[in-house]
Protein backbone atom coordinates (compact mmCIF):
# COMPACT_ATOMS: atom_id res chain seq x y z
CA UNK A 1 0.00 0.00 0.00
CA UNK A 2 2.68 2.21 0.63
CA UNK A 3 4.38 1.56 -2.50
CA UNK A 4 1.26 2.21 -4.09
CA UNK A 5 0.69 5.58 -2.58
CA UNK A 6 4.36 7.01 -3.42
CA UNK A 7 3.94 6.59 -6.93
CA UNK A 8 3.62 10.49 -8.33
CA UNK A 9 0.60 11.38 -9.60
CA UNK A 10 0.17 12.60 -13.21
CA UNK A 11 -1.48 15.37 -14.30
CA UNK A 12 -2.96 15.78 -17.87
CA UNK A 13 -2.46 19.25 -19.19
CA UNK A 14 -4.45 20.38 -22.15
CA UNK A 15 -2.37 22.60 -24.74
CA UNK A 16 -2.09 26.42 -24.38
CA UNK A 17 -4.54 27.76 -27.52
CA UNK A 18 -2.43 28.66 -30.68
CA UNK A 19 -2.56 32.53 -31.60
CA UNK A 20 -1.80 31.37 -35.43
CA UNK A 21 -5.26 29.83 -35.46
CA UNK A 22 -7.12 30.85 -38.00
CA UNK A 23 -10.86 29.52 -39.41
CA UNK A 24 -10.75 28.82 -42.72
CA UNK A 25 -12.80 30.70 -45.24
CA UNK A 26 -16.34 29.22 -46.26
CA UNK A 27 -17.31 28.03 -49.90
CA UNK A 28 -19.42 30.79 -50.48
CA UNK A 29 -17.29 33.32 -49.14
CA UNK A 30 -14.73 35.60 -51.79
CA UNK A 31 -11.37 36.01 -51.54
CA UNK A 32 -9.82 39.57 -50.23
CA UNK A 33 -8.06 40.04 -54.17
CA UNK A 34 -11.61 38.40 -55.68
CA UNK A 35 -13.57 41.09 -53.83
CA UNK A 36 -10.99 44.01 -54.72
CA UNK A 37 -11.69 43.38 -58.71
CA UNK A 38 -15.41 42.42 -57.93
CA UNK A 39 -15.29 46.20 -56.75
CA UNK A 40 -13.31 47.41 -59.66
CA UNK A 41 -16.20 45.69 -62.28
CA UNK A 42 -18.96 46.85 -60.01
CA UNK A 43 -17.38 50.52 -60.59
CA UNK A 44 -17.77 50.01 -64.09
CA UNK A 45 -21.42 49.68 -64.56
CA UNK A 46 -24.05 51.73 -66.18
CA UNK A 47 -28.00 50.95 -66.06
CA UNK A 48 -30.12 52.65 -68.28
CA UNK A 49 -32.27 55.20 -66.95
CA UNK A 50 -35.13 54.18 -64.28
CA UNK A 51 -33.90 50.55 -63.58
CA UNK A 52 -31.11 50.70 -61.43
CA UNK A 53 -29.64 53.47 -58.87
CA UNK A 54 -25.85 54.44 -59.23
CA UNK A 55 -24.00 51.52 -57.70
CA UNK A 56 -20.64 52.59 -58.58
CA UNK A 57 -21.26 55.58 -56.58
CA UNK A 58 -21.39 53.22 -53.38
CA UNK A 59 -19.01 51.43 -53.83
CA UNK A 60 -16.08 51.65 -50.78
CA UNK A 61 -12.97 50.18 -51.77
CA UNK A 62 -11.48 50.81 -48.24
CA UNK A 63 -14.24 48.75 -46.25
CA UNK A 64 -14.75 46.70 -49.46
CA UNK A 65 -19.08 47.56 -49.15
CA UNK A 66 -21.13 48.86 -51.42
CA UNK A 67 -23.41 51.35 -49.51
CA UNK A 68 -26.70 53.16 -50.47
CA UNK A 69 -28.45 50.29 -52.15
CA UNK A 70 -32.39 50.18 -52.24
CA UNK A 71 -34.90 47.48 -51.81
CA UNK A 72 -35.39 47.34 -56.00
CA UNK A 73 -31.32 47.66 -56.01
CA UNK A 74 -30.81 44.11 -54.34
CA UNK A 75 -33.23 42.79 -57.02
CA UNK A 76 -31.55 43.75 -59.62
CA UNK A 77 -28.11 42.56 -57.81
CA UNK A 78 -29.98 38.98 -57.23
CA UNK A 79 -31.55 38.61 -60.52
CA UNK A 80 -28.53 40.37 -62.73
CA UNK A 81 -25.33 40.49 -60.82
CA UNK A 82 -24.60 37.74 -58.62
CA UNK A 83 -24.22 35.08 -60.97
CA UNK A 84 -21.79 37.07 -63.39
CA UNK A 85 -19.70 38.69 -60.57
CA UNK A 86 -19.58 35.37 -58.90
CA UNK A 87 -18.96 32.63 -61.71
CA UNK A 88 -14.82 31.60 -61.67
CA UNK A 89 -14.51 33.01 -57.93
CA UNK A 90 -16.65 30.32 -56.25
CA UNK A 91 -17.23 26.18 -56.67
CA UNK A 92 -19.01 25.33 -59.07
CA UNK A 93 -21.80 23.26 -57.21
CA UNK A 94 -21.69 26.03 -55.04
CA UNK A 95 -22.00 28.79 -58.10
CA UNK A 96 -24.69 27.10 -59.39
CA UNK A 97 -27.34 26.87 -56.38
CA UNK A 98 -26.77 30.67 -56.35
CA UNK A 99 -27.49 30.77 -60.17
CA UNK A 100 -30.33 28.80 -59.59
CA UNK A 101 -31.70 31.02 -56.97
CA UNK A 102 -31.34 34.49 -59.28
CA UNK A 103 -32.99 32.26 -62.14
CA UNK A 104 -35.72 31.26 -59.82
CA UNK A 105 -36.27 35.29 -58.71
CA UNK A 106 -35.68 36.26 -62.33
CA UNK A 107 -38.66 34.18 -63.85
CA UNK A 108 -41.15 34.92 -60.99
CA UNK A 109 -40.55 38.99 -61.17
CA UNK A 110 -41.07 38.57 -65.11
CA UNK A 111 -43.60 40.93 -66.67
CA UNK A 112 -45.59 38.20 -67.99
CA UNK A 113 -45.41 34.72 -65.98
CA UNK A 114 -47.10 31.04 -67.33
CA UNK A 115 -49.29 29.47 -65.53
CA UNK A 116 -46.74 26.23 -66.26
CA UNK A 117 -43.62 28.42 -65.39
CA UNK A 118 -45.09 29.10 -61.68
CA UNK A 119 -46.08 25.22 -61.11
CA UNK A 120 -42.43 24.55 -62.57
CA UNK A 121 -41.16 27.16 -59.52
CA UNK A 122 -43.55 26.08 -56.92
CA UNK A 123 -41.97 22.26 -57.30
CA UNK A 124 -38.14 24.17 -57.45
CA UNK A 125 -38.64 26.36 -54.47
CA UNK A 126 -38.69 23.31 -51.53
CA UNK A 127 -35.64 21.88 -53.64
CA UNK A 128 -33.74 25.23 -53.81
CA UNK A 129 -33.73 25.79 -50.25
CA UNK A 130 -32.68 22.36 -49.11
CA UNK A 131 -29.70 22.90 -51.37
CA UNK A 132 -29.09 26.47 -49.72
CA UNK A 133 -28.90 24.36 -46.62
CA UNK A 134 -26.13 22.68 -47.63
CA UNK A 135 -24.10 25.99 -48.33
CA UNK A 136 -24.74 28.20 -45.84
CA UNK A 137 -24.66 27.82 -41.81
CA UNK A 138 -28.41 27.22 -39.67
CA UNK A 139 -28.56 30.93 -38.32
CA UNK A 140 -28.87 31.77 -41.77
CA UNK A 141 -32.28 30.83 -42.41
CA UNK A 142 -34.89 33.20 -40.81
CA UNK A 143 -38.44 33.24 -41.67
CA UNK A 144 -37.46 35.58 -44.89
CA UNK A 145 -35.42 32.74 -46.39
CA UNK A 146 -38.49 30.40 -46.14
CA UNK A 147 -40.66 33.06 -47.33
CA UNK A 148 -39.61 31.69 -51.09
CA UNK A 149 -42.12 28.72 -50.09
CA UNK A 150 -45.19 30.97 -50.73
CA UNK A 151 -43.80 33.68 -53.31
CA UNK A 152 -44.66 31.22 -56.50
CA UNK A 153 -48.57 30.82 -55.00
CA UNK A 154 -48.78 34.40 -54.40
CA UNK A 155 -47.42 35.15 -58.22
CA UNK A 156 -49.78 32.05 -59.30
CA UNK A 157 -53.40 33.80 -57.35
CA UNK A 158 -52.01 37.81 -57.88
CA UNK A 159 -50.46 37.66 -61.29
CA UNK A 160 -47.36 39.57 -61.89
CA UNK A 161 -45.58 41.25 -59.25
CA UNK A 162 -44.94 44.12 -61.35
CA UNK A 163 -48.96 45.48 -60.76
CA UNK A 164 -48.34 44.85 -57.07
CA UNK A 165 -45.10 45.90 -55.80
CA UNK A 166 -44.26 49.23 -54.17
CA UNK A 167 -41.65 50.18 -56.15
CA UNK A 168 -43.32 52.30 -58.89
CA UNK A 169 -45.40 54.49 -55.99
CA UNK A 170 -42.17 55.03 -53.89
CA UNK A 171 -40.30 56.93 -56.94
CA UNK A 172 -43.63 58.83 -57.27
CA UNK A 173 -43.58 59.91 -53.83
CA UNK A 174 -39.94 60.62 -53.68
CA UNK A 175 -40.46 62.87 -56.55
CA UNK A 176 -43.59 64.60 -54.82
CA UNK A 177 -41.40 65.29 -51.83
CA UNK A 178 -39.05 66.53 -53.59
CA UNK A 179 -41.81 69.22 -54.98
CA UNK A 180 -42.82 70.09 -50.87
CA UNK A 181 -41.80 73.59 -50.10
CA UNK A 182 -43.89 74.33 -47.32
CA UNK A 183 -44.66 71.62 -44.67
CA UNK A 184 -47.32 73.80 -43.46
CA UNK A 185 -49.44 73.54 -46.94
CA UNK A 186 -48.26 70.20 -48.38
CA UNK A 187 -51.07 69.62 -50.74
CA UNK A 188 -51.15 73.37 -51.98
CA UNK A 189 -47.08 73.27 -52.24
CA UNK A 190 -46.91 70.05 -54.41
CA UNK A 191 -49.96 71.80 -56.69
CA UNK A 192 -48.00 75.06 -57.28
CA UNK A 193 -44.54 73.45 -58.32
CA UNK A 194 -46.31 70.97 -60.22
CA UNK A 195 -48.19 73.52 -62.16
CA UNK A 196 -45.00 75.28 -62.65
CA UNK A 197 -43.31 72.81 -63.75
CA UNK A 198 -45.81 72.23 -66.60
CA UNK A 199 -45.96 75.95 -67.60
CA UNK A 200 -42.31 75.77 -67.99
CA UNK A 201 -42.20 72.80 -69.83
CA UNK A 202 -44.98 73.93 -71.88
CA UNK A 203 -43.32 77.20 -72.80
CA UNK A 204 -39.86 75.64 -73.35
CA UNK A 205 -41.15 74.28 -76.68
CA UNK A 206 -41.16 77.55 -78.82
CA UNK A 207 -37.61 78.39 -77.40
CA UNK A 208 -34.52 78.51 -79.71
CA UNK A 209 -32.27 75.49 -79.34
CA UNK A 210 -29.13 78.06 -78.22
CA UNK A 211 -31.41 79.99 -75.47
CA UNK A 212 -30.08 78.95 -71.84
CA UNK A 213 -32.55 77.31 -69.82
CA UNK A 214 -32.43 76.63 -65.95
CA UNK A 215 -35.18 73.79 -65.89
CA UNK A 216 -33.99 70.99 -68.77
CA UNK A 217 -36.66 68.76 -69.66
CA UNK A 218 -37.02 65.30 -67.91
CA UNK A 219 -34.41 62.46 -69.35
Not at 14 to 39: F, M, N, Q
Not at 177 to 195: L, M, Y
Request: hydrophobic share 40%; charged share 25%.
Amino acid sequence: MEAICDRPKIVMRTPAPSKTWRRCLADYILKRGDRKEVLVWIKTLMFPDGYAANLSRGVNPKTMKILGMKSHDFHIWIERLLPVMTRGYLLEPVWRILAELCYFFHQLCARELSREVIRDLERLAPLLIYKLEMIFPPDFFLPMQHLILHLPLEARLGGPVQARWCYPIEMCLKILRKKCRNKAKIEASVAEATRVEEVSNFTKVYYTDNLPNVNPLPR
